[in-house]
């Protein structure tokens, strides 16, 4: 059973950083791509960044791309995504899920589809 908990980000003035980490059970880091959404307030879910469980690429919406890195650490199981310089529209809910479709490399695609199981959220707040 393919299970996400989140920890980290909270409250930051703009310009800061915050960490967001998402531990998997179920499944081992190298069998899924992670991907990072998040969900402003009277907007769309955005897709944000992404990293490959077979290769570990990365791919990573224009919207953040240069601002947030996306790593694993494959010893505790868990993704992370350090989020650096941010804005005040960073301020958002932020959610982490699994392709549980093993062997897929990240692309804008992991963005558009439908996935079934979800962290809890995180509340990151930047204010300006």
């Known amino acids: 059973q393919v299970q996400l908990v989140q920890s980290g980000g909270g409250l930051v003035q703009a310009g800061g950083s915050l960490r967001l980490s998402c531990t998997a059970s179920?499944?081992?880091?190298?069998?899924?791509?992670i991907i990072w959404f998040r969900q402003a307030p009277g907007k769309e879910r955005e897709g944000l960044s992404c990293?490959?469980?077979?290769?570990?690429?990365?791919h990573y919406s224009n919207s953040v791309k240069g601002r947030f890195t996306v790593s694993r650490d494959k010893t505790i199981n868990t993704i992370y995504q350090q989020m650096d310089n941010l804005k005040h529209e960073d301020t958002a809910v932020y959610h982490c899920?699994?392709?549980?479709?093993?062997?897929?490399?990240?692309?804008?695609?992991?963005?558009?589809?439908?996935?079934?199981?979800w962290g809890q959220g995180t509340q990151d707040t930047v204010t300006s």
């Open positions: 899920t699994a392709d549980v479709n093993p062997g897929r490399t990240c692309s804008s695609e992991h963005f558009t589809r439908f996935y079934d199981s």
């Open positions: 179920g499944f081992t880091l190298d069998s899924y791509a």
């Open positions: 990293i490959s469980g077979v290769d570990t690429s990365t």
